[in-house]
C-alpha cells in the first residue's frame, strides 16, 4: 500500500441510475494501492437501487460518504462533492467506469508544486503550460473528460469549473476543463490508460442529438470563457469552430453558411496547415455537397489502407 503525509485525495463520483455498473465501479476505487483518499458518492435522484448500493459500501467502509440530492444533472452532483470534500485534490469518477488499481499512485506522482493538473490518456509524457492545455482541449487532441485526471481542488473552486448552466448538458466536462486550464500554472500529461471508460451507448452523449441551436449556444460559451485572451488562441479557436461546422455536416444539421460566423469562418484568409477534412469543410460550401465528399473521401482511404 502506498500513502503520502502531503497530498489526501477525494474521490467523487456522481450517480444516477447506475446499478449495474456501480459495484465495478466503487470496488476498483476502494482497491486503490495509494490509500489516502476519501470516496464520495452523491446520488443525483436515482430511480433505481444506486443509492441502497452506495449506503451498503459506506456501512462496510468509514472512508466512503454518500451524499443524496433531487435529480440536478451531473455538474450539480459533482459540485456537492466538492462542497463535501475534505481533500486538497480531487479525482472524478463516472459511475459506470472503473479504474486501475495504481491510477491514484500514478497520478500523485506527477503532482509537484507547480502542476495543478495530471491528466493520462494523452499520447505523450510531458508537463505543459495551461494555455498549451488549452490549445489542446479547443482543437480536440486531448481527452476533454474531467475523469481520468487529478485536480488541485483550489483550482477547480476558483475557476468556477462546476458552475456551469444545467442546459449545457453535453460537452460541460469540456467546458469546465477551459475554465481550469486557463488559470493552470503547469498540466502533466501521461500516456498511461488507468482510467477505464466504458462506452455506455444509453448515455447522454451516446443519445444526443446535435442542433444549431445547442451547438451555437456551446460555441458562446467557450468564446465568452476565452474572453479578452481569445487572441492568444487564434489558430485553435479557428479550428473549434471548423470542427462545429463539420459536426453540422456530418449529423446534417440544416444550417446557412450566411450565418455570420460560419461566413467569418470560411472566408478567413488564414496560414494554418489544415488537415484534409478541415479543408474541405472551409472550402466546400455547399452541406449536402460537404457530406458527401467528406464520406467519399472516408471510403477512399479504407480502400487505400
Not at 456522481?14 to 465501479?25: G, V
Not at 446557412?256 to 460566423?261: L, N, P
Request: charged share 30%; hydrophobic share 40%; net charge neutral.
Amino acid at each position: 500500500m502506498i500513502s503520502s503525509p502531503e497530498i489526501y485525495i477525494s474521490v467523487i463520483v456522481p450517480i444516477y441510475n447506475a446499478e449495474l455498473y456501480l459495484l465495478d465501479c466503487i470496488q476498483s476505487i476502494i482497491r486503490q494501492s495509494f490509500t489516502d483518499w476519501e470516496l464520495i458518492l452523491v446520488d443525483d435522484g436515482s430511480k433505481d437501487n444506486s443509492l441502497d448500493i452506495c449506503k451498503g459500501f459506506a456501512k462496510k467502509d468509514s472512508r466512503i460518504c454518500v451524499l443524496h440530492q433531487e435529480n440536478s444533472g451531473v455538474t450539480a452532483a459533482r459540485r456537492l462533492g466538492v462542497e463535501y470534500s475534505r481533500g486538497d485534490f480531487l479525482c472524478f469518477v463516472d459511475s459506470d467506469d472503473t479504474m486501475d488499481k495504481n491510477a491514484l499512485e500514478v497520478m500523485v506522482a506527477k503532482m509537484t508544486d507547480d502542476v495543478d493538473i495530471v491528466t493520462t490518456w494523452e499520447t505523450a509524457e510531458q508537463k505543459i503550460s495551461g494555455t498549451e492545455y488549452v490549445n489542446r482541449l479547443l482543437q480536440k487532441t486531448t481527452n476533454l473528460a474531467l475523469w481520468g485526471k487529478l485536480y488541485r481542488k483550489d483550482l477547480v473552486i476558483r475557476s468556477h469549473a462546476l458552475d456551469i448552466p444545467r442546459e449545457i448538458n453535453i460537452g460541460e466536462d469540456h467546458l469546465g476543463n477551459i475554465r481550469m486550464s486557463l488559470q493552470a500554472r503547469k498540466v502533466f500529461c501521461l500516456p498511461a490508460a488507468v482510467y477505464v471508460y466504458r462506452d455506455n451507448q444509453t448515455s447522454v452523449w451516446r443519445t444526443r442529438k446535435c442542433s444549431l441551436a445547442y451547438e451555437e449556444m456551446f460555441r458562446n460559451a467557450v468564446e465568452a470563457e476565452l474572453g479578452s485572451r481569445i487572441s492568444e488562441f487564434a489558430e485553435s479557436w479557428y479550428r473549434f469552430q471548423l470542427y462545429i461546422i463539420y459536426d453540422f455536416v456530418r449529423h446534417k444539421v440544416k444550417f446557412s453558411y450566411k450565418r455570420d460566423w460560419i461566413a467569418r469562418v470560411v472566408s478567413d484568409r488564414h496560414r494554418y496547415n489544415l488537415s484534409y477534412r478541415e479543408r474541405i469543410v472551409k472550402s466546400v460550401c455547399n452541406r449536402v455537397l460537404c457530406y458527401w465528399v467528406l464520406k467519399i473521401g472516408k471510403y477512399v482511404k479504407e480502400l487505400l489502407c
